[in-house]
Every structure is written in C-alpha cells, then in structure tokens.
Nanobody, 121 residues
C-alpha cells in the first residue's frame, strides 16, 4: 500500500555531513508525521527527529543544532541533513511515516528499509 525508499547513507569522517532522504509512494491520503530513527549496534532504536503534517518539529537532544529535518510535501519526501557528524552518530537510520490511507480513515505506520551511516574518528 505504501512504500518507503531511503537513500543517502554512507561513510564519512567526523565533522563531515550527510543528507538522507526518504520518499513515500502509494495510497496516501495524508501524512500525519514523518520521522527518522536510528539504531546503533547493541542498542535500541531511538528517535532522531520528527516533523508533523502541521510542521511541528522535534529533535533528540543529542542532535540538536547539528541535524535538520525538512520535507518536500509535493513529493512525499522527508530529508535529514546531518552536519558535524560524530562517531556516536553511527548506526542504521530508518525513516518512518504515519499516514492516513486513501482507502480508510485509519492511520498506519510504515518503515523504510534502513540506511547505514558510519562516522569514523
């Protein structure tokens, strides 16, 4: 029903930048919320940043001032600009969309396939 395709991960040195993108396609009536999560080896998945359909944004304390989440509504795409990267930012990054489908008034959550971000010291 809804497919999410992520891109933009990779290997970067500490202090460098990466931009992640996640494009959604399918039977979307409206987007309630878009977010980025990450999971480091041996750790639980954690919220990095999120933006609601109304434009409200929140960030994890660890990325405030370094990461920026933004979106392209026309393309159902969310981005995560990551600057001043640190080794502790290493992990698999997943996008997440909470949407209302065309065929129903219910909300559903979808996950991207994940993209690896590795920050070397």
């Amino acid at each position: 029903q809804v497919q999410l395709v992520e891109s933009g991960g990779g290997l970067v040195q500490a202090g460098g930048s990466l931009r992640l993108s996640c494009a959604a396609s399918g039977s979307i009536f409206s987007i309630v919320r878009m977010g980025w999560y990450r999971q480091a080896p041996g750790k639980q998945r954690e919220l990095v940043a999120a933006i609601t359909g109304g434009g409200s944004i929140n960030y994890a304390d660890s990325v405030k001032g370094r990461f920026t989440i933004f979106r392209d509504n026309a393309k159902n795409t969310v981005f995560l600009q990551m600057n001043s990267l640190k080794p502790e930012d290493t992990g698999v990054y997943y996008c997440n969309f909470l949407v209302v489908l065309i065929t129903t008034s219910l909300q559903y959550t979808y996950w991207g396939q994940g993209t690896q971000v590795t920050v070397s010291s």
